[in-house]
């Protein structure tokens, strides 16, 4: 999506602050991301300050603003979750990866981030890869997880 396209989808909507959020989603739908020209569009649209639209782009946990790396890999810290290992798996991830959470791998293939609660607390503990939730996760299953990837 372009510039042009862009200006087309916002014109679709209503030049209302209340349809924030769903402008916001189709940008990050179309890119995978928040472009910061993009977001400065919609504000224009929807004549909403900057301030405003990056305060809603960043308190979504989903939105991203940055290119997704190739590849996500997401350890639940929920309770259930926790109380089960997954600070061993968050750990493993980490030092298999050489990032910490929060952090994308120098060649952009894996971005580690963690999930506060991915409801499934009776699989316990739970990573999400590439969306994917898998249950009864171990450390081993993980790392061979993490280097199926590309294969």
Known sequence: MDEIKLRQALENLPRKRTVLLPALHIVHKEFGFLPEWAMEEVGKWLRVP???????????????????????????????????????????????????????????NVELGKVDCAF???????????????GGMTEDELVRAIDALDK
């Open 120 to 134: 499934v607390c009776p699989r316990a503990p739970v990573v999400q890869i590439d969306g994917v939730t898998v």
């Open 50 to 108: 900057k301030s405003e639209v990056y305060g809603a782009a960043t308190s979504y946990a989903n939105f991203k603003l940055h290119p997704p790396a190739r590849h996500e890999v997401k350890v639940c810290c929920g309770a259930s979750c926790w109380m089960n290992g997954s600070q061993h798996l968050l750990k493993k991830a980490e030092e298999h990866l050489g990032i910490e959470i929060g952090e994308r791998t120098p060649d952009n």
